[in-house]
């Protein structure tokens, strides 16, 4: 029984050293190649990704209570007609637009790209020919790289939430031309594999102040092929901590 045992545990120990030798490595190598297909979606610079690309997208509602026709270049709307009914008046159209020289920039897009270019330089930083000593080195990695992603997953499937003075008062407002009436703010933000355009109004109803929210949205496909990559990417740490874990709990002292 006990060479059964002493048999055991020198097997686990040399399936062990091979792992952290050779199997996380190999993961690591898999898993940057999934981050680096995943820079190559993003429409800006990044990683091995040189340029900005140019797409041209329509958002409408029913009845075209808000229309907008947008070019969206690298992480910024430089071009864009909104068209939309005024709440208060809804047989009033209001107009404005985005012209090229003061565009509207998507912050998702680059906080997401920033992203994931700190997971991949996690990687890089490491040696290939590095062997992993302990159970807790491989654990910090894959740790630093699962909080990368998912910050980067984050930063395109949830908007940061503002309140409505402070969208009436951002900075993108200003690119609109003309400008609105001070009751009326616009946000373009990314969800999930959509871009959209909300349209807040403030309305006066018998003396109480009401928010009015009108949006229309597009599917943009690269988002989707980026969602998509960063979940794989996140999967696959996932799947390395569990084994990295496991070894904790049955690796001999």
Same mark, same amino acid.
């Given at each position: 029984? #006990?060479?059964?045992?002493?048999?055991?545990?020198?097997?686990? %120990?040399?399936? +062990?050293?091979?792992?952290?030798?050779?199997?996380?490595?190999?993961?690591?190598?898999?898993?940057?190649?999934?981050?680096? #297909?995943?820079?190559?979606? +993003?429409? @800006?610079?990044?990683?091995?990704?040189?340029?900005?690309?140019?797409?041209?997208?329509?958002? *409408?509602?029913?009845?075209?209570?808000?229309?907008?026709? @947008?070019?969206?270049?690298?992480?910024?709307? !430089?071009?864009?007609?909104?068209?939309?009914?005024?709440?208060?008046?809804?047989?009033?159209?209001?107009? !404005?637009?985005?012209?090229?020289?003061?565009?509207?920039?998507? %912050?998702?897009?680059?906080?997401?790209? =920033?992203?994931?270019?700190?997971?991949?330089?996690?990687?890089? =930083?490491?040696?290939?020919?590095?062997?992993?000593?302990?159970?807790? /080195?491989?654990?910090?990695?894959?740790?630093?790289?699962?909080?990368?992603?998912?910050?980067?997953? &984050?930063?395109?499937?949830?908007?940061?939430?503002?309140?409505?003075?402070?969208?009436?008062?951002?900075?993108?407002?200003?690119?609109?031309?003309?400008?609105?009436? #001070?009751?009326?703010?616009?946000? +373009?933000?990314?969800?999930?594999?959509?871009?959209?355009?909300?349209?807040?109004?403030?309305?006066?109803?018998?003396? &109480?102040?009401?928010? /009015?929210? &009108?949006?229309? /949205?597009?599917?943009?496909?690269?988002?989707?092929?980026?969602?998509?990559?960063? !979940?794989?990417?996140? &999967?696959?740490? %996932?799947?390395?901590?569990?084994?990295?874990?496991?070894?904790?709990?049955?690796?001999? *002292?």
């Amino acid at each position: 029984m #006990e060479d059964i045992i002493e048999s055991e545990v020198k097997n686990l %120990q040399i399936e +062990f050293e091979w792992v952290m030798r050779d199997e996380v490595h190999s993961i690591l190598k898999n898993l940057r190649e999934i981050l680096v #297909e995943c820079a190559k979606r +993003f429409p @800006v610079p990044l990683y091995e990704n040189e340029g900005k690309r140019t797409e041209k997208f329509v958002l *409408s509602t029913p009845q075209d209570q808000l229309k907008c026709s @947008v070019t969206l270049t690298g992480d910024s709307i !430089t071009q864009a007609d909104i068209s939309f009914k005024l709440k208060r008046a809804s047989s009033q159209v209001q107009r !404005t637009s985005i012209c090229p020289d003061q565009p509207w920039k998507l %912050q998702q897009v680059q906080d997401a790209a =920033n992203h994931l270019q700190q997971a991949i330089n996690h990687i890089d =930083n490491v040696d290939e020919n590095y062997i992993f000593k302990s159970c807790e /080195e491989v654990l910090q990695i894959v740790s630093e790289l699962i909080g990368a992603l998912q910050r980067g997953r &984050t930063s395109l499937i949830i908007p940061k939430k503002k309140a409505i003075d402070e969208l009436m008062k951002g900075r993108n407002m200003k690119s609109l031309t003309p400008n609105l009436p #001070e009751d009326i703010a616009i946000s +373009f933000f990314l969800q999930c594999h959509k871009l959209i355009i909300a349209v807040y109004q403030l309305l006066n109803v018998q003396g &109480t102040m009401k928010m /009015e929210a &009108t949006q229309a /949205e597009c599917s943009v496909g690269w988002l989707n092929e980026v969602l998509v990559l960063f !979940t794989v990417g996140l &999967t696959l740490c %996932q799947q390395l901590k569990d084994k990295i874990n496991a070894f904790k709990i049955d690796k001999p *002292s």
